[in-house]
């Protein structure tokens, strides 16, 4: 849950921004795959949502779906195959259409682990055109996108490099599906991503695992839940570091990070960058968010109780906290 969203949006922070999201393999399977049912919701209308995925029914169910709730954001959901090309290719379209990717399954690998065959073996093949994310963007004008999320079974590496161009014009996040394994044959796995996007100046910060055991084990560790295979990656940039150097490195870039980190679950991070604008640039009311760490940090009993004002980060942007404020930090014992 975030920490400063509310407060930034009661504050009318939000309201100067525009947050763009790209979703690549973006058929909608559970609510979590629904952007703005979740937080990213807070920032609509000033919402931009563009959704790809190879199978057309799956897009225009969701548009349909976005119709029938008549939204108050921007979203739409378009049937492309996204990757490093502009070009012909294979859809190898597995038994679970989720589970279908540019590159076919490795299907003796795949049965030596529990339910994968079922899920991920062949069901046919289908020849597609691709094209890429800059093409696209080109195409259409889009000139910022702010996070992307990659999910494509396999082929997330394609995506990313097809969207160079993006990437570093104006990505600020990513999230990424990756493989510790060759699911599919011949696929890019972690190292390759993460060597790719650390040279691009993204950091990780963060990893979901999925483990697999055995199909032919009857036991199984109560230590270990069997193999890591796959996982999301969680990538941002660091605009604040004093040896980067980067177009990005502008206060507008640095708020918009700090509320992506929000969302993202890193709220450390996103209370970092309100201190360094506020200390950097708070002399502009737009870039003062003392208030709102102060009225946000206040959430939380254990806090209040060892008293607001006796926190350092407090203590460096006490100049800046208006008088309103102020009282909350005589709330608390500091003993």
């Not at 609509?44 to 959704?51: K, V």
């Not at 779906?65 to 979203?75: H, P």
């Not at 012909?88 to 795949?110: A, D, F, K």
């Not at 993204?202 to 009857?218: G, H, W």
Request: glycine share 6%; proline share 4%.
């Amino acid at each position: 849950m975030s920490v400063f969203l509310a407060s930034l949006k009661q504050s009318g922070h939000l309201d100067r921004i525009h947050l763009t999201i790209c979703n690549v393999g973006s058929r909608k399977i559970g609510s979590q795959d629904d952007y703005a049912s979740q937080e990213w919701g807070i920032f609509a209308p000033r919402l931009t949502i563009y959704g790809f995925d190879a199978d057309a029914d799956a897009c225009e169910q969701a548009n349909a779906d976005l119709e029938t709730r008549q939204v108050n954001w921007t979203e739409k959901h378009i049937p492309l195959a996204l990757g490093s090309s502009v070009g012909e290719s294979t859809l190898y379209v597995t038994q679970h259409p989720m589970c279908s990717s540019l590159y076919p399954p490795n299907e003796p690998y795949l049965a030596r682990f529990v339910g994968l065959a079922k899920l991920v073996n062949l069901d046919f093949t289908l020849g597609i055109e691709t094209t890429t994310l800059d093409v696209f963007c080109q195409e259409e004008g889009i000139e910022e996108i702010d996070f992307l999320q990659v999910d494509v079974q396999g082929a997330d590496l394609q995506v990313l490099e097809g969207a160079s161009g993006i990437l570093e014009q104006s990505v600020l996040a990513v999230q990424i599906e990756v493989e510790f394994s060759h699911l599919y044959v011949n696929q890019p796995l972690f190292a390759d991503v993460d060597t790719y996007l650390n040279k691009r100046d993204f950091t990780l910060f963060d990893l979901t695992k999925s483990y697999c055991t055995r199909a032919r084990s009857p036991i199984q560790s109560r230590v270990r839940p069997g193999q890591l295979l796959w996982g999301d990656a969680f990538y941002l940039r660091d605009l604040i570091r004093e040896d980067i150097s980067t177009t990005l490195k502008t206060p507008e870039k640095i708020f918009k990070l700090a509320c992506i980190a929000d969302v993202m679950n890193f709220p450390d991070y996103s209370l970092e960058l309100l201190e360094y604008l506020t200390l950097s640039y708070g002399e502009e009311a737009q870039y003062n968010f003392a208030d709102n760490i102060v009225e946000s940090l206040a959430q939380f009993p254990e806090l209040v109780q060892q008293g607001l004002g006796s926190l350092p980060i407090v203590a460096q942007i006490r100049n800046y906290i208006s008088d309103e404020k102020l009282d909350l930090l005589q709330v608390g014992n500091a003993s």
